[in-house]
Structures are given as C-alpha cells and as structure tokens.
C-alpha cells in the first residue's frame, strides 16, 4: 500500500505559477513511477507527466511540455510539480499517482483554478 497525499493547489491568475507536491509514504519500498493526471470538469483524466523511480526518465504531455517541470526528492518521498505560464485551460484537479508492475495508487487531488 502507498498513501499519496497532495497539496499546493490554489487560485492563481493565468501566467502565474504554482508547485504542487506529493507526499508518499510506504511500508514496503518499491520501485514505483510517479505521475501526475489531471481532470477537469466534465473531462476524463488526463496524462500530465510521469517521473521513474531513479528520476532518470521524465515525461510530459504535449500540453504541458516546456511549461511544467516534475522533480522528487527521494529522501523526503515526496514528487513536485512546478507548473509556469499556467494558462486556464489547466484549470482541473491534480493527481498524484504511484505505480509499480499492476500496482497503481492514487491521492485524494489538490485544485488548481487559473483565472483569465
């Protein structure tokens, strides 16, 4: 089991930035990929960016790449997210995600709204 739990959401005007974290905690270590999904209103869940578990390999959605930069810090098990020139189409609930072989966890999310 992992318990994921995100925060830094919040209301910012469009341009601004934000950083989400994700703060995972396990009994037993793994060595999972971390992501971050997104969904907003009305939409499915969408792929935001995905770091493994060494940070060796980083990935991004189209949507996002050049604009949000994944990081972690493996000794405070915690995945960040540093969202720049947030526009309001980004405007969703943000994910955190842990996955390992079948094994896929989720956090709870953390809003971010961006204002035009």
């Known amino acids: 089991q992992v318990q994921l739990v995100e925060s830094g959401g919040g209301l910012v005007q469009a341009g601004a930035s934000l950083r989400l974290s994700c703060a995972a905690s396990?009994?037993?270590?793994?060595?999972?990929?971390m992501g971050w999904f997104r969904q907003a209103p009305g939409k499915e869940r969408e792929f935001v960016g995905c770091i493994n578990s060494r940070g060796s390999t980083i990935n991004y959605s189209d949507s996002v790449k050049g604009r949000f930069t994944i990081s972690k810090d493996n000794a405070r098990n915690t995945v960040y997210l540093q969202m720049n020139s947030l526009k309001p189409e980004d405007t969703a609930v943000y994910f955190c995600n842990a996955e390992w072989g079948r094994s896929a966890y989720w956090g709870r999310g953390t809003q971010v709204t961006v204002s035009s």
């Open positions: 396990t009994r037993t270590y793994r060595p999972y990929t």
